[in-house]
């Protein structure tokens, strides 16, 4: 009984959270989506989508652990959803420019 419920917690958590974060990313966007590139503001923008990429991927990563202690299948979805958001804020702080 007290695994379905903290399954169902888990549930309400990590929809609330994947709808936050796809949220401020397209709150980002839109509040840069005119800076011309290579200015201040473009890099502005780059950073906070690195720096939301990086709580992304260790929000996803957290809810991997979550649902692997309770052996749940949603596990693989967030495990899939980590890995990508990791790679691509990865890659971002590979190819920056100093």
Known sequence: MLIQVLSMLLIIFGI????TLATSAG????????ARRWDFRWRWRNWRLTQL???????????????GVLG???V????????????WWLVRVITQRS
């Open 27 to 34: 709150v980002v966007l839109w509040h840069y989506h005119d």
């Open 16 to 19: 609330a959270g994947t709808v």
């Open 72 to 74: 749940e299948v949603w």
């Open 53 to 67: 990429s990086a709580v992304a991927c260790l929000f996803f990563l957290a809810m991997t652990a979550s649902y």
């Open 76 to 87: 693989w979805v967030y495990l899939i959803l980590a890995v990508q958001t990791g790679s």
